[in-house]
């Protein structure tokens, strides 16, 4: 039996391994168009690869996360962990379940792959674009030319396309007449609405609230990057997938820069203070508890002039300023493109796979991995551990089902 792999990415090097692994004997053949495969992993995790989440499960997940069910049953993150263990990759446990190769270096989850499907006989085509799909009698014809009896698609979403995602898996399976959720960015930055650049580089810990025509979607806590484009950092990361495929023109990030002072503890903090120390400035007050940078921005929107000494502001201001800072709206005008992305929310619709193979509905013999699906996870590891657990689940279902 031939197995053609498109896409020597996280999902379909590690379907390659666990098919020779299972059976020696299956002719398992991973085409790459750049020219090295699993180019993305080593630029994973800040180049550390944080390649699971010890909490991975659905509820980490987003598009049609209840997809994602069957395969993190079957290879949940402790079983995805054995593997690389069993393959001499050591790991470590970090904050949040994150979890990261011993060595610090996502390189090392790159050779451990590498060289087990090399000792293994995968044989790895590199600097091969497959350009088109053909659908014939039972199998498929790759670029006019390649045949194979199966064909796993594992060639990634839209994100990254310096690391050979452009949309090619979504091309070649719409050539095979399968419906495509519209693909858009996610885990990236959002861009704001008249944002000042000011505050380019100013770091703070708030809690981010994503507001939808009048509704909450979204609340985490975290550290947020503000640029002068707009916001970035983990917890805007997880709430871009929402804003970029939603067509309201009424998006706002709510921000708590404060979030440790409950609201009316503020005013009365800052009033007292007022009172204490009359002849600070407004500048000199607020870089007591918020980088500077975004202590006189927050003045600015309340009228506040930095040089103004605090005896000469009204009590009103005062409350207008904490209440401010503890919910600024701030209106998005959307995400930024793929290539900032660290993923692509869309992509194939779940309904054309079988959760339990990944095997397509209208061809026995395609299966789809990875990213190309219509699931994505938030960051802290889902994402590879989606691709692992896809991957392999792809791997048993082409074994059982030959
Ligand atoms: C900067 C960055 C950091 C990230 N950090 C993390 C992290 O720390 N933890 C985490 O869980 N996730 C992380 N992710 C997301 C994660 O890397 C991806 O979700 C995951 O790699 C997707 O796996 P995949 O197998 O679906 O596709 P990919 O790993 O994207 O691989 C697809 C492969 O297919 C190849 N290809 C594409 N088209 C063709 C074609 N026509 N012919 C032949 N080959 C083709 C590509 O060159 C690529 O090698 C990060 C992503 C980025 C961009």
């Not at 004997?25 to 944080?50: A, Q």
């Not at 990759?89 to 970090?94: N, Q, Y």
């Not at 495509?180 to 861009?191: D, F, N, Q, R, S």
Request: net charge positive; proline share 3%; hydrophobic share 40%.
């Amino acid at each position: 039996m031939k197995v053609a792999i498109i896409g020597g990415g996280a999902s379909g090097i590690i379907c390659a391994v666990a098919l020779k692994k299972q059976n020696k004997n299956i002719n398992v053949t991973v085409y790459e168009k750049l020219p090295r495969i699993l180019k993305k992993v080593l630029s994973t995790g800040n180049g550390r690869c944080n390649l699971t989440n010890v909490y991975s499960s659905e509820a980490f997940f987003r598009g049609d996360s209840s997809f994602v069910s069957f395969a993190l049953s079957e290879y949940p993150p402790e079983e995805n962990m054995n593997f690389f263990s069993s393959m001499g990759l050591i790991l470590r446990e970090e904050a949040e379940g994150r979890v990261y190769p011993m060595s610090g270096q996502a390189s090392s989850v790159v050779n451990v792959l590498l060289s087990q499907a090399q000792s293994l006989g995968v044989k790895i085509i590199t600097d091969t674009e497959i350009k088109t799909v053909e659908s014939v009698g039972n199998g498929f014809v790759l670029n006019g030319n390649i045949k194979t009896d199966k064909l796993v698609i594992s060639a990634g979403g839209s994100a990254a396309k310096q690391h050979g995602t452009d949309g090619d898996s979504f091309r070649l399976l719409e050539s095979l007449g399968l419906r495509i959720i519209k693909p858009t960015p996610a885990l990236t930055g959002v861009i704001a609405e008249k944002f000042p650049k000011s505050l380019k580089g100013v770091r703070n810990i708030c809690t981010v609230n994503l507001e939808i025509e009048r509704k909450s979607l979204y609340k985490e806590k975290g550290e947020v990057q503000f640029n002068d484009y707009g916001l970035s950092g983990i917890p805007i990361m997880q709430l871009s997938g929402i804003v970029g495929s939603s067509r309201s023109e009424n998006i706002y990030v709510i921000l708590d820069v404060l979030p440790d002072i409950k609201s009316k503890a503020l005013s009365a903090y800052i009033l007292l203070i007022k009172k204490e120390n009359p002849d600070k400035t407004a500048e000199e007050f607020v870089c007591g508890f918020l980088p500077k940078a975004l202590g006189n921005h927050l003045l600015l929107l309340c009228d506040i002039k930095k040089d103004t000494l605090l005896k000469d502001i009204s009590d009103k201001k005062i409350k207008q300023f904490a209440e401010l800072a503890k919910n600024w709206r701030i209106k998005l005008a959307g995400v930024r493109g793929f290539e900032y992305a660290q993923v692509t929310a869309g992509g194939l619709d779940t309904n054309e796979l079988n959760p339990q193979t990944l095997r397509c509905k209208k061809y026995k013999n395609l299966y789809v991995t990875g990213e190309a699906v219509n699931v994505y996870g938030l960051c802290g590891g889902h994402n590879l551990q989606w691709a692992w657990s896809s991957g392999r689940l792809c791997a048993d279902a082409i074994l059982k089902e030959n």
